[in-house]
């Protein structure tokens, strides 16, 4: 089983749709939790951090299900600009290790 | 600096050659991060820092990489006798250390390494 696993899409959706989406994690060692942003040919960049009681930046929403070792994020009103790579982030000791990442197209 | 400095932007080099790609963390972070990303796939760990603790080096793919970090700053990544697997993006990324691991990390733009 991979350390982290996410559904790599696409995800095609219109603006003002809602979208989500899935990860899980195999390792119950694990303690921090991210959501990270990569757009093409860039670098990752920190979105947010995932916490256990739920957490809200604006337009999106991260939840944190231990027992399940899954991770969502929920994006709202989706905008043209939030076309991305989303990559589902967890720590292995001191070190991160990323999902490949799930894919959204947001179209007008 | 501002932010994570990585040189080069982009490196061709022969195969058989030995790189050396230079990460300038964000001043004040003592965590430095070597990853590598392929086309099409996901980050790769490599080798991890902390101040002046030994490097967790558990992620380099083989002896033909090595990363140094000097003064507890600027780190070099070196491949010898580079080989078409290589290519990739190399991040480097900082972070405020070891009890951060909460605040994540800030990456460099990477140095994108094409073996020919």
């Known amino acids: 089983r991979k350390e982290v696993e996410q559904d790599p899409g696409p995800f095609n959706v219109p603006e003002g749709a809602t979208v989500a989406f899935n990860c899980t994690y195999s390792?119950?060692?694990?303690?921090?939790f991210f959501w990270y942003r990569q757009d093409c040919r860039k670098e990752p960049k920190l979105l947010m951090s995932v916490y256990s009681s739920g957490n809200e930046d604006g337009r999106f929403t991260a939840q944190l299900n231990r027992a399940s070792q899954y991770i969502s994020l929920l994006i709202r009103d989706s905008k043209l600009s939030d076309s991305a790579t989303y990559l589902c982030v967890v720590n292995r000791g001191t070190a991160l290790i990323f999902g490949k990442g799930t894919t959204l197209s947001v179209s007008s | 600096g501002a932010g994570v400095s990585q040189s080069p932007s982009n490196k061709v080099t022969e195969k058989g050659k030995d790189v050396e790609l230079r990460c300038d963390p964000i001043s004040g972070h003592t965590a430095l991060y070597w990853y590598r990303q392929s086309l099409g796939q996901g980050l790769e760990f490599l080798i991890y820092f902390q101040g002046n603790s030994a490097p967790d080096k558990s992620g380099l793919p083989s002896d033909r990489f090595s990363a140094e970090r000097t003064g507890g700053s600027v780190s070099t990544l070196t491949i010898q006798r580079t080989q078409q697997e290589d290519s990739a993006v190399y991040l480097c990324a900082s972070s405020l250390g070891r009890s951060r691991t909460s605040y994540g990390y800030t990456f460099g733009s990477g140095t994108r390494l094409t073996v020919v």
């Open positions: 390792n119950s060692a694990s303690q921090s």
